[in-house]
Nanobody
Framework: VQLQASGGGLVQTGASLRPSCSAS????????MAWFRQAPGKEREFVAA????????RYTDSVRGRFTLSRDRASNTMYLQMNNLNPEDTAVYYC???????????????????WGQGTLVTVSS
């Protein structure tokens, strides 16, 4: 599965963005989809994930209540609605898809098979 992330940008503190991640092929064999981010000078970290077999999205603590992950099956597109952004959210955001992943590894970036190229989100203070 090829993934294409877009929708990043430069915004001020408190603003919203809605990056999207489109898949080039059917995702019938995809078990989970997720967003990760990498801030300047830091390791890539988990942001949010969805187990396609059912259940609610999972979020890292720092974004819970502000970010919402959703997926449009018909268009094979995943979204990350990001509200009340702050400078600590500045990062390159990557989407990922897991075909061989198991549920207990849903927050582990090493468990994902396919990655998008990333979209840059910059939040100014």
């Amino acid at each position: 599965v090829q993934l294409q992330a877009s929708g990043g940008g430069l915004v001020q503190t408190g603003a919203s963005l809605r990056p999207s991640c489109s898949a080039s092929a059917r995702t019938y064999n995809t078990r989970a989809m997720a967003w990760f981010r990498q801030a300047p000078g830091k390791e890539r970290e988990f942001v949010a994930a969805l187990w396609l077999g059912g259940g609610n999205p999972r979020y890292t603590d720092s974004v819970r209540g502000r970010f919402t992950l959703s997926r449009d099956r018909a268009s094979n597109t995943m979204y990350l609605q990001m509200n009340n952004l702050n400078p600590e959210d500045t990062a390159v955001y990557y989407c990922a898809a897991g075909r061989t992943i198991i549920l207990s590894q849903i927050t582990n970036q090493n468990a994902y098979n396919d990655w998008g190229q990333g979209t840059l989100v910059t939040v100014s203070s």
